[in-house]
């Protein structure tokens, strides 16, 4: 299987600050991106997406930037809650397949 | 929206039998689906994609003969994992979808082989 990275780094961050989650991805024809979060013991869930013909979107209390140049991913979470605590990934397909390929992930620690 | 059923969420198997997981689109039809695997504290590592009505396409590295995938209905992809040891003991999660408009993953399964 294919996976960028194996070890989870983790982001400690106190209730009401914002947070940032970094990721970089690998293939360069990859075209469409999304942020996934993983709580303990369950599937990942949907955050929010962006194309390659864009470099941020906005969602409800999420931000993703998108950086072709170096390949870069972030997601900005504003105002991170205790309930945004979980494991996020970045996740990189492209329209020539079918294949989503996940990042190592980051685990997000919100301190009440 | 979309939903995707995975049963079981969980099993305990004894080493050297077999398992088989499910992977249902409830409200919407997939042609596709896609099977991975998640050791503790580690990303989720695509182990092959199922298509309906043909075979599966393997991951490198991932044996094909032991983890067998049927994708008979365009609502259901099954994964057996045959003659089960504890090393295949992970968390198995299944999504489909359609590329450029995101998956939607199961709750996955806890296999714990003993």
């Known amino acids: 299987g294919e996976s960028v990275g194996l070890h989870l780094p983790t982001l400690s961050v106190q209730e009401g600050d914002n947070s940032i989650i970094n990721c970089a991805y690998s293939?360069?024809?990859?075209?469409?991106f999304i942020w996934y979060k993983q709580e303990s013991g369950k599937g990942p869930q949907f955050i929010i997406d962006?194309?390659?013909?864009?470099d941020k979107r906005q969602g409800q209390r999420v931000t993703v930037l998108l950086n072709k140049t170096v390949k870069h991913l972030s997601l900005q979470i504003a105002a991170t809650q205790p309930g945004d605590s979980a494991v996020y990934f970045c996740?990189?397909?492209?329209?020539?397949?079918?294949?989503?390929?996940f990042g190592a992930g980051t685990r997000l620690f919100v301190k009440a | 929206g979309a939903v995707v059923s995975q049963h079981p969420s969980w099993v305990i198997c004894k080493s050297g039998t077999s398992v088989k997981i499910e992977c249902r689109s409830l409200?919407?039809?997939?042609?596709?689906m896609f099977w991975y695997r998640q050791f503790p504290k580690q990303s989720l590592m695509l182990m092959a994609t199922?298509?309906?009505?043909?075979?599966?396409?393997?991951e490198q590295g991932v044996e094909k003969d032991k983890f067998l995938i049927n994708h008979a209905s365009l609502t259901l992809s099954t994964l057996t994992v045959t003659s089960a040891h504890p090393e295949d003991s992970s968390f198995y999660i299944c999504?489909?979808?359609?590329?450029?408009?995101?998956?939607?993953f199961g709750s996955g399964t806890r296999l714990t082989v003993v």
């Open positions: 999504s489909a979808g359609m590329t450029n408009y995101g998956y939607t």
């Open positions: 293939n360069s024809a990859s075209d469409y």
């Open positions: 962006i194309r390659s013909n864009m």
């Open positions: 996740a990189e397909t492209y329209t020539g397949g079918f294949k989503t390929i």
């Open positions: 409200d919407f039809q997939a042609t596709t």
């Open positions: 199922s298509n309906e009505g043909s075979k599966a396409t393997y």
